[in-house]
């Protein structure tokens, strides 16, 4: 039952804000935050009890659900998964304080973001594919309605994409799944896991491709990003933090989980491909960053340009360049959290995000100033930041492999440099534009959902090991297993 | 004498639930002659329905029986049927009885229809002769034709003038094709004879033989709205009344498709001449029906091409002929009934409350009545497949049934066209929940109308979450049932 709590909680926070009449705003607010609060301590709890050494599936629970189909309701938490569902009670936390700020229907807000959360934590719980697939979709729905009903600018188109591009993907997977159900009559991943190798490299190509367009539209991979954008940029402020922070997770979690163990043939095949498609995500991503003058498209590009460090690393099949992409995706998560937030907190104050509007805030707002100067230099892979590590993890393993798209590729730390610096010098440098000179500086609230990814930025970049202890021993095993003859 | 009348005796015992549903529909349309008030009538349905409910449950339905001397046929097959059929007029008398484009020309006789086309939808699932079948087809056809018109204005009437023209060319067609078949297996007529004087054909006799099969496969095709057969589908679901146009969109597309079973079944040997024609109709239905629901602002139209589009899903578990795909078809067969049903509750609330059929009326419906906006999604995903609903269960079991035939073709197609039906039903929620409404005051429908609305959401969600008992019984009467 220690994994079903943390789909159990935010489930009975549901029902209890739906409960809630519709007026009791702070009442809904605290059951909400009490839900992703628990959640919380409850992850941190698992990361205490877990076992990283073993690099074995942990405190898995296995009920029959649909025994005709052989569906399992089967959870368990290994070291490719810790990781991330830490990350995710951590942001929804995180975002569900920075929530405070939805100023209508919260009831359904919160119902609808307790939902999102038991999708996210379940998609990175589940060992059962079929299992896997449902929290896979649960996540849309919710995730629709967010960025539909309180986002802003262009939120019903951009609801409207994401929620069709990434469906279009996603039953593609279903294709593999009906295709791999066919085949082997079951839907244990560990059990497929054993069984899937042994089919024809014909029909591993196959399903590794069935599966890829579902990952690659979440990662997302260019040119499968241009829901991307818009969604991050039209969704509200929390919304985009678990967007960035979590769901494009999801799709690199899925190559870790599914595609790499179950068709090593497939990923070896592919993996040249993958090389140049993180290649291009890194230095496409930077570029168009860089050309944006609008502060949340921005943050929203870079994270195309940084999730292709978790391409590249995953591409070098190597134990370096892929704990390298896994400690990647965790330090995105925190890393692109704090920027989306701080772009919140500016937008909260001045109701513009266009780069040229402001100017010299830094005097203005030096806590502000001083923090988003600490998340863009993590952002640009500052060494001693954590960013710095993992993508210096991903070139390492990946170099000795891919000699040319790696070498290509640090062209985009470059460019990430150049557009971060350029962020700080038109935000807080120059001359400081009138318009803003009454403008308050970040509040308590504000900066305790800030600090928290600061102090694990500042941790991990210092002593990566933390992270990397955890997930190795099942890194190690998962390249054994692919490598088996 | 005396076997004759125990037969006869037993006949009647086993077709119980039948027989209460032809009485009852009579004794209502008596009562709605003489008494004044419609209530009466209304409560008579539905003292019929239960009793026929009752009787059907009680009737043993593990082994198969002949009936009245081989006409008909009661298996676990016609069971699923025969509780689907109930299941159909059920739920759309419970939109009948509030639906305000009949309530001008309310009469009971309305009601008494549903309960006749209830019987014919049963007796086409049951049908085990070929006379029988076309007897229970017509059943069906003519009280149709006079429930389309029920609206009583000029684009019901033309609705129902369209669909009795298109409907009498499509029975004689089949009736055409039903007397060359008996002309050509020397006089059978009884399933279990035709399967044999099929079998017997030689090589050439069987190759003409494909042209009587065409002929009494296209009647069906027609009933079902499969493509190229479908183009009344939307004009007469538009005219219409929408408990009418709901009834028409699930069952005579169930009991069509029990019927094909039934035909293609005692025609067997002739599958292999016919499965390609198939196999290429079933993408082509679904194609044709998705991409046409794109451009539709009607909410009645929008959902006939759905209907075209899911019939083509269905037609997937019938093109692959495998046990497992007739279990994918059935399963997905009640789901249909649950979450299109669902939605034309829906549809009926809205558009009395509006007297609009366009895709605006449901502006901002989340606004106005919470849980009619919320019923209607649920439905929705369902029907564009979205676990863990019912409809996802279905769709992955005729995935795999055409993956296992290793029909990839079909199965890729079918995924596309999920996600091209994706489209218009998020559209429909699209409006209820991000557009401001027209008007602003509360959507109050009446309770028949949300007792159909919360059985078909909740079977939706439940059935999507445990479905292991819909799946052990359905795939026990696939198992039973041999092509």
Same mark, same amino acid.
């Given at each position: 039952?220690?994994?079903?709590?943390?789909?159990?909680?935010?489930?009975?926070?549901?029902?209890?804000?739906?409960?809630?009449?519709?007026?009791?705003?702070?009442?809904?607010?605290?059951?909400?935050?009490?839900?992703?609060?628990?959640?919380?301590?409850?992850?941190?709890?698992?990361?205490?009890?877990?076992?990283?050494?073993?690099?074995?599936?942990?405190?898995?629970?296995?009920?029959?659900?649909?025994?005709?189909?052989?569906?399992?309701?089967?959870?368990?938490?290994?070291?490719?998964?810790?990781?991330?569902?830490?990350?995710?009670?951590?942001?929804?936390?995180?975002?569900?304080?920075?929530?405070?700020?939805?100023?209508?229907?919260?009831?359904?807000?919160?119902?609808?973001?307790?939902?999102?959360?038991?999708?996210?934590?379940?998609?990175?719980?589940?060992?059962?594919?079929?299992?896997?697939?449902?929290?896979?979709?649960?996540?849309?729905?919710?995730?629709?309605?967010?960025?539909?009903?309180?986002?802003?600018?262009?939120?019903?188109?951009?609801?409207?994409?994401?929620?069709?591009?990434?469906?279009?993907?996603?039953?593609?997977?279903?294709?593999?799944?009906?295709?791999?159900?066919?085949?082997?009559?079951?839907?244990?991943?560990?059990?497929?896991?054993?069984?899937?190798?042994?089919?024809?490299?014909?029909?591993?190509?196959?399903?590794?491709?069935?599966?890829?367009?579902?990952?690659?539209?979440?990662?997302?991979?260019?040119?499968?990003h241009t829901w991307l954008p818009d969604a991050h940029v039209d969704a509200p402020t929390p919304i985009s933090v678990l967007l960035a922070g979590v769901l494009l997770k999801m799709g690199g979690y899925g190559f870790f989980r599914i595609s790499y163990p179950l068709f090593p043939e497939g990923a070896q095949w592919f993996a040249g491909a993958m090389a140049w498609l993180g290649m291009i995500n890194i230095v496409?991503g930077a570029f168009v960053a860089m050309a944006q003058t609008d502060f949340k498209r921005l943050v929203a590009y870079s994270s195309v340009s940084h999730m292709g460090f978790v391409l590249l690393g995953l591409a070098s099949l190597t134990p370096t360049g892929m704990n390298g992409a896994l400690l990647q995706m965790f330090n995105h998560g925190t890393i692109t959290a704090g920027l989306f937030l701080l772009v919140?907190?500016?937008?909260?104050?001045?109701?513009?995000?266009?780069?040229?509007?402001?100017?010299?805030?830094?005097?203005?707002?030096?806590?502000?100033?001083?923090?988003?100067?600490?998340?863009?230099?993590?952002?640009?892979?500052?060494?001693?930041?954590?960013?710095?590590?993992?993508?210096?993890?991903?070139?390492?393993?990946?170099?000795?492999?891919?000699?040319?798209?790696?070498?290509?590729?640090?062209?985009?730390?470059?460019?990430?440099?150049?557009?971060?610096?350029?962020?700080?010098?038109?935000?807080?440098?120059?001359?400081?534009?009138?318009?803003?000179?009454?403008?308050?500086?970040?509040?308590?609230?504000?900066?305790?959902?800030?600090?928290?990814?600061?102090?694990?930025?500042?941790?991990?970049?210092?002593?990566?090991?933390?992270?990397?202890?955890?997930?190795?021993?099942?890194?190690?095993?998962?390249?054994?297993?692919?490598?088996?003859? | 004498?005396?076997?004759?009348?125990?037969?006869?005796?037993?006949?009647?015992?086993?077709?119980?639930?039948?027989?209460?549903?032809?009485?009852?529909?009579?004794?209502?349309?008596?009562?709605?002659?003489?008494?004044?008030?419609?209530?009466?009538?209304?409560?008579?349905?539905?003292?019929?329905?239960?009793?026929?409910?009752?009787?059907?449950?009680?009737?043993?339905?593990?082994?198969?029986?002949?009936?009245?001397?081989?006409?008909?046929? #009661?298996? !676990?097959? %016609?069971? =699923?049927?025969?509780? @689907? +059929?109930?299941?159909?007029?059920?739920?759309?008398?419970? /939109?009948? $009885?509030?639906?305000?484009?009949?309530?001008?020309?309310?009469?009971?006789?309305?009601?008494?229809?549903?309960?006749?086309?209830?019987?014919?939808?049963?007796?086409?699932?049951?049908?085990?002769?070929?006379?029988?079948?076309?007897?229970?087809?017509?059943?069906?056809?003519?009280?149709?034709?006079?429930?389309?018109?029920?609206?009583?204005?000029?684009?019901?009437?033309?609705?129902?003038?369209?669909?009795?023209?298109?409907?009498?060319?499509?029975?004689?067609?089949?009736?055409?094709?039903?007397?060359?078949?008996?002309?050509?297996?020397?006089?059978?007529?009884?399933?279990?004879?035709?399967?044999?004087?099929?079998?017997?054909?030689?090589?050439?006799?069987?190759?003409?033989? #494909?042209? !009587?099969? %065409?002929? =009494?496969?296209?009647? @069906? +095709?027609?009933?079902?709205?499969?493509?190229?057969?479908? /183009?009344? $589908?939307?004009?007469?679901?538009?005219?219409?009344?929408?408990?009418?146009?709901?009834?028409?969109?699930?069952?005579?597309?169930?009991?069509?498709?029990?019927?094909?079973?039934?035909?293609?079944?005692?025609?067997?040997?002739?599958?292999?001449?016919?499965?390609?024609?198939?196999?290429?109709?079933?993408?082509?239905?679904?194609?044709?029906?998705?991409?046409?629901?794109?451009?539709?602002?009607?909410?009645?139209?929008?959902?006939?091409?759905?209907?075209?589009?899911?019939?083509?899903?269905?037609?997937?578990?019938?093109?692959?002929?495998?046990?497992?795909?007739?279990?994918?078809?059935?399963?997905?067969?009640?789901?249909?009934?649950?979450?299109?049903?669902?939605?034309?509750?829906?549809?009926?609330?809205?558009?009395?409350?509006?007297?609009?059929?366009?895709?605006?009326?449901?502006?901002g419906l989340a606004r106005r009545a919470p849980g009619w906006a919320l019923g209607l999604a649920v439905c929705l995903l369902s029907l564009a497949g979205l676990p863990p609903l019912v409809g996802f269960i279905g769709k992955f079991l005729l995935f795999g049934a055409a993956l296992q035939a290793s029909q990839v073709v079909l199965a890729v197609a079918a995924v596309l066209n999920s996600a091209i039906a994706l489209?218009?039903?998020?559209?429909?929620?699209?409006?209820?929940?991000?557009?401001?409404?027209?008007?602003?005051?509360?959507?109050?429908?009446?309770?028949?109308?949300?007792?159909?609305?919360?059985?078909?959401?909740?079977?939706?969600?439940?059935?999507?979450?445990?479905?292991?008992?819909?799946?052990?019984?359905?795939?026990?009467?696939?198992?039973?049932?041999?092509?």
């Amino acid at each position: 039952m220690v994994l079903s709590g943390f789909l159990i909680i935010p489930l009975v926070g549901m029902v209890v804000i739906l409960l809630l009449p519709k007026r009791a705003v702070s009442s809904i607010r605290m059951a909400a935050l009490l839900a992703t609060t628990l959640v919380l301590v409850r992850s941190l709890h698992l990361l205490l009890a877990f076992q990283p050494q073993t690099g074995l599936l942990q405190f898995e629970e296995r009920v029959s659900w649909i025994p005709q189909l052989r569906v399992f309701y089967h959870l368990g938490v290994d070291g490719l998964s810790i990781a991330m569902v830490v990350l995710t009670a951590l942001l929804a936390f995180l975002a569900c304080l920075a929530s405070w700020s939805i100023a209508e229907r919260q009831k359904e807000y919160f119902i609808l973001y307790l939902l999102l959360e038991i999708g996210m934590l379940g998609t990175f719980l589940a060992q059962d594919l079929f299992l896997f697939y449902v929290f896979w979709e649960i996540v849309l729905v919710p995730m629709y309605f967010l960025i539909g009903i309180w986002g802003g600018g262009r939120r019903e188109y951009s609801a409207f994409k994401f929620f069709v591009y990434t469906l279009a993907g996603s039953l593609a997977m279903l294709l593999g799944i009906v295709a791999l159900y066919v085949q082997t009559q079951t839907f244990d991943i560990p059990e497929l896991a054993k069984l899937a190798p042994s089919f024809a490299p014909g029909l591993q190509h196959l399903l590794f491709l069935a599966f890829f367009f579902g990952f690659a539209i979440k990662v997302p991979i260019v040119p499968f990003h241009t829901w991307l954008p818009d969604a991050h940029v039209d969704a509200p402020t929390p919304i985009s933090v678990l967007l960035a922070g979590v769901l494009l997770k999801m799709g690199g979690y899925g190559f870790f989980r599914i595609s790499y163990p179950l068709f090593p043939e497939g990923a070896q095949w592919f993996a040249g491909a993958m090389a140049w498609l993180g290649m291009i995500n890194i230095v496409y991503g930077a570029f168009v960053a860089m050309a944006q003058t609008d502060f949340k498209r921005l943050v929203a590009y870079s994270s195309v340009s940084h999730m292709g460090f978790v391409l590249l690393g995953l591409a070098s099949l190597t134990p370096t360049g892929m704990n390298g992409a896994l400690l990647q995706m965790f330090n995105h998560g925190t890393i692109t959290a704090g920027l989306f937030l701080l772009v919140g907190v500016l937008y909260d104050r001045t109701h513009t995000r266009d780069l040229t509007a402001f100017g010299g805030l830094g005097v203005r707002l030096p806590v502000y100033a001083g923090v988003l100067t600490f998340f863009s230099l993590a952002a640009l892979g500052l060494p001693g930041l954590s960013g710095f590590v993992s993508e210096f993890l991903s070139f390492v393993g990946t170099f000795g492999v891919w000699r040319w798209q790696t070498g290509i590729s640090v062209l985009g730390i470059v460019v990430t440099a150049g557009y971060m610096l350029m962020v700080l010098q038109r935000v807080l440098l120059g001359p400081l534009n009138e318009q803003w000179k009454a403008l308050p500086d970040i509040t308590h609230r504000e900066l305790t959902t800030l600090v928290p990814l600061l102090v694990i930025i500042l941790a991990v970049g210092i002593w990566p090991l933390a992270v990397l202890h955890l997930q190795d021993p099942s890194i190690q095993a998962l390249v054994r297993h692919m490598f088996v003859p | 004498m005396s076997l004759m009348s125990l037969m006869l005796g037993e006949s009647l015992r086993l077709w119980l639930p039948e027989l209460l549903l032809s009485v009852g529909a009579m004794a209502v349309l008596l009562t709605s002659a003489f008494a004044k008030r419609s209530a009466a009538a209304t409560v008579m349905t539905w003292l019929v329905l239960a009793g026929c409910a009752v009787s059907l449950w009680a009737v043993p339905a593990t082994a198969s029986h002949s009936l009245f001397f081989g006409l008909i046929v #009661v298996d !676990p097959l %016609a069971m =699923v049927f025969r509780w @689907l +059929a109930l299941g159909v007029v059920a739920l759309v008398a419970l /939109m009948a $009885t509030n639906s305000s484009d009949v309530a001008r020309a309310w009469r009971g006789d309305y009601l008494s229809l549903f309960l006749f086309v209830g019987v014919g939808l049963m007796l086409m699932a049951e049908a085990n002769h070929l006379l029988m079948a076309y007897l229970a087809m017509e059943l069906v056809s003519l009280t149709s034709y006079v429930l389309v018109a029920f609206s009583r204005d000029a684009r019901s009437s033309e609705a129902a003038l369209k669909y009795l023209l298109f409907g009498a060319l499509s029975s004689g067609i089949m009736l055409f094709g039903m007397s060359l078949l008996f002309g050509m297996t020397g006089g059978a007529l009884a399933f279990p004879a035709l399967q044999e004087a099929v079998g017997r054909l030689t090589h050439q006799q069987t190759q003409a033989c #494909v042209v !009587p099969v %065409a002929l =009494v496969v296209t009647g @069906l +095709a027609f009933k079902i709205s499969m493509v190229p057969f479908h /183009m009344w $589908t939307p004009d007469v679901y538009e005219g219409a009344p929408v408990p009418v146009t709901a009834m028409l969109s699930v069952g005579p597309k169930a009991a069509g498709l029990a019927l094909l079973l039934r035909i293609t079944g005692a025609l067997s040997p002739m599958w292999p001449a016919v499965a390609p024609v198939f196999f290429v109709l079933t993408i082509v239905t679904m194609t044709l029906g998705n991409v046409a629901a794109l451009v539709q602002q009607n909410v009645k139209r929008l959902l006939a091409y759905s209907t075209i589009g899911q019939v083509g899903y269905l037609l997937i578990g019938f093109s692959v002929h495998t046990s497992i795909g007739v279990e994918g078809m059935l399963v997905y067969l009640v789901a249909y009934l649950f979450m299109n049903l669902g939605a034309f509750a829906c549809v009926v609330a809205v558009c009395n409350d509006a007297q609009d059929e366009s895709l605006d009326a449901f502006r901002g419906l989340a606004r106005r009545a919470p849980g009619w906006a919320l019923g209607l999604a649920v439905c929705l995903l369902s029907l564009a497949g979205l676990p863990p609903l019912v409809g996802f269960i279905g769709k992955f079991l005729l995935f795999g049934a055409a993956l296992q035939a290793s029909q990839v073709v079909l199965a890729v197609a079918a995924v596309l066209n999920s996600a091209i039906a994706l489209y218009y039903y998020v559209n429909i929620i699209r409006q209820m929940y991000l557009l401001e409404p027209r008007r602003a005051e509360a959507l109050h429908p009446a309770l028949s109308l949300r007792v159909a609305l919360g059985v078909c959401g909740l079977a939706t969600v439940g059935l999507g979450l445990f479905p292991s008992g819909l799946l052990a019984w359905l795939s026990r009467v696939a198992a039973a049932n041999l092509l």
